[in-house]
Nanobody
Framework: QVHLVESGGGLVQPGGSLRLSCVAS????????MGWYRQAPGNKREIVAV???????YYGNFVKGRFTVSRDNAKSTVHLQMDNLKPEDTAVYFC?????????????WGQGAQVTVSS
C-alpha cells in the first residue's frame, strides 16, 4: 500500500507565495511521475504541474511561469513553489504519483491541501 501526504497549504494574500510538499511512503519500487492537480469548487480537477522520472515537466496553461515543480527522488518527494498567487488559484491541491510496487502500477492521490488566496 502507498500513501501520499501533502503539506504547506494555507491562506495567502494576492501576490504572495506558498510552497506545497508531498511525500510518498509505503511499498515503493519506483515512481514514474509525480506532480500536482487542483480542483476549485464547481470545477473539474485540472493539472497544475507534473514531473517525470526523465525530467520532463508539464505545466497547466494558467501557470505562466509562476509555479515551479521539483522532485527529490531519493526522498520520494515532490514540491510545488507557487509565486505571484492570484485569487483564482484558490483550490484544493492534490498530489499525484504513478507508483510501482514491483507487481503493479498505482495511480495514487493525496488527501488534498487547501490553498486560499484572498486579501
Amino acid at each position: 500500500q502507498v500513501h501520499l501526504v501533502e503539506s504547506g497549504g494555507g491562506l495567502v494574500q494576492p501576490g504572495g507565495s506558498l510552497r506545497l510538499s508531498c511525500v510518498a511512503s509505503g511499498n515503493i519500487n519506483s515512481i514514474t511521475s509525480m506532480g500536482w492537480y487542483r480542483q476549485a469548487p464547481g470545477n473539474k480537477r485540472e493539472i497544475v504541474a507534473v514531473k517525470s522520472n526523465g525530467g520532463s515537466t508539464y505545466y497547466g496553461n494558467f501557470v505562466k511561469g509562476r509555479f515551479t515543480v521539483s522532485r527529490d527522488n531519493a526522498k520520494s518527494t515532490v514540491h510545488l513553489q507557487m509565486d505571484n498567487l492570484k485569487p483564482e488559484d484558490t483550490a484544493v491541491y492534490f498530489c499525484n504519483a504513478d507508483i510501482q510496487d514491483g507487481t503493479a502500477l498505482y495511480d495514487s492521490w493525496g488527501q488534498g491541501a487547501q490553498v486560499t488566496v484572498s486579501s
